[in-house]
């Protein structure tokens, strides 16, 4: 994995589409920054009584198009830089979806698996403090990211609505279904992934039945994105965790395996495995698909020559560094972007939000619809951008296309000076 700096790899990315639109660099300037960053120490008390001190991070990137939306990661590696990126990222994959919301991002720099419940309770109830007068069903929309899930956001929710004396579901997304959440959130990202991949393979004119994919991460996104592409008729033949790669030719069952990460902490010696493979030998297997789930700069440019896949689906945000795009764009790799490929958590996000406001649920196979019309929708926006402006990648017309919505809100809301 490379150490690219990753809001450098957002930076370049805006510059890059900025070039196919007639903007100011002023203007391009403002659209590369967050406007604030909340960063904070969280004092919080172990279970053996003493204290510990957690950095915080909240970035709200930009705003022009409604509330800030964005997940809160909780990962050792979190840092000032990844925070305003992935918080960069949330408003462009918005404008891709052209769903009414900015962009913002947190996180706590934090392993997890070295804490308790209780404690992990003590240290979200009190980053939640922090947020709360920053948070706000119109003003700032937290949602999970790496390592934190339903259980984070009712935490979350349920600090906020003590402190401000209020019932505000839409406070926060990615929650609990009894606690306010969306049918279909869990599946959102994968079911984005996959969706997306299959229009990719219709515009490219491949058949996804019999197609060979590789999944690098057994996360949420990643393990759904498996399942649902197994579903579809497709073999997965290849798939990833943290501690290595296992590979079968003739396709794994990809419940079969999550169960048994369940079971064991890891893909990793599962028993029908032909073969066990580095990450970096998985990504570079000869596969039609390749789903990258796990973290940002997986594939760098010292391995972008080695890609061998046709089609690559980014689940994960920020995989591909831009100097590895580029060569993938070379050799003819169509890169499906992360702020459309791995949109749907987002997009359900919002769905949740407006159900939350109305106080009127959705069935899941409505969620599913309009998820899926939404990816549909968006995909061949962007390839319509992409072959009528000679756009180098669909990566580049999607930022094309997010930053024409996100200068039209601000030129419309007169946000500029
Ligand atoms: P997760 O914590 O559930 O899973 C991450 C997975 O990646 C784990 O299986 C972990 O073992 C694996 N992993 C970590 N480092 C790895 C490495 N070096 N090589 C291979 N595997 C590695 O997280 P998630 O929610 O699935 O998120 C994964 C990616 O998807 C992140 O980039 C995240 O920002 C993005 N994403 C997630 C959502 C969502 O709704 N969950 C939405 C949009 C984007």
């Known amino acids: 994995m490379s150490d690219v700096n990753p809001y450098q790899s957002l930076r370049t990315q805006i510059d890059e589409a900025a070039e196919y639109l007639d903007v100011s660099d002023g203007h391009v300037e403002r659209l590369k920054n967050p406007e604030r960053i909340l960063e904070t120490n969280l004092s919080v008390e172990m279970d053996d009584g003493s204290i510990e001190v957690f950095r915080a991070y909240r970035s709200q990137f930009n705003g022009d198009r409604g509330p800030y939306k964005g997940g809160i990661r909780y990962h050792p590696e979190v840092s000032r830089d990844e925070v305003k990126a992935l918080s960069g990222w949330m408003v462009y994959k918005t404008a891709t979806s052209d769903i009414p919301l900015g962009g913002g991002k947190g996180g706590i720099v934090i392993d997890p698996s070295e804490y308790s419940e209780s404690e992990m309770e003590r240290i979200t109830r009190a980053f939640a403090k922090e947020l709360t007068p920053m948070i706000g069903v119109d003003r700032d929309v937290p949602a ?105 030719e003739e396709s794994f069952d990809p419940v079969a395996v999550k169960e048994f990460k369940r079971e064991t902490g890891s893909v990793v010696g599962y028993p029908d495995a032909a073969a066990e493979l580095t990450n970096d030998e998985l990504l570079t297997l000869d596969v039609d698909l390749l789903i990258p789930a796990a973290l940002e700069n997986a594939i760098d440019e010292s391995l972008a020559p080695e890609i061998s896949a046709d089609v690559v689906s980014e689940a994960a945000n920020g995989p591909i560094t831009p100097a590895a795009d580029e060569i993938l764009s070379d050799d003819d790799v169509l890169v499906v972007p992360d702020i459309l490929a791995n949109a749907g958590g987002v997009v359900v996000s919002y769905f949740e939000w407006v159900q939350n406001r109305q106080r009127f649920y959705w069935s899941e196979e409505r969620v599913n619809e309009e998820l899926d019309a939404t990816i549909v929708e968006q995909f061949w926006n962007l390839v319509e951008a992409y072959e009528d402006r000679s756009l180098p990648s669909l990566r580049t017309a999607a930022y094309v296309v997010a930053l024409e919505r996100v200068l039209d809100a601000s030129d419309q809301t007169g946000t500029w000076p």
């Open 144 to 248: 999970p990211d790496v390592n934190t899930g339903q259980r984070e956001m009712n935490w979350i929710k349920d600090t906020y609505e003590t402190i401000e004396n209020t019932t505000e579901p839409g406070v926060i997304t990615g929650k609990d279904l009894s606690s306010g959440g969306s049918e279909g959130r869990v599946e959102a990202t994968g079911r984005s992934t996959v969706v997306a991949a299959r229009e990719a393979f219709d515009y490219l004119d491949k058949d996804l039945e019999g197609a060979t994919v590789a999944v690098q991460g057994y996360g949420n996104a990643g393990w759904i994105a498996a399942k649902l592409i197994y579903e579809m008729g497709a073999d997965v033949v290849a798939v990833s965790d943290s501690s290595g790669a296992i590979y079968n």
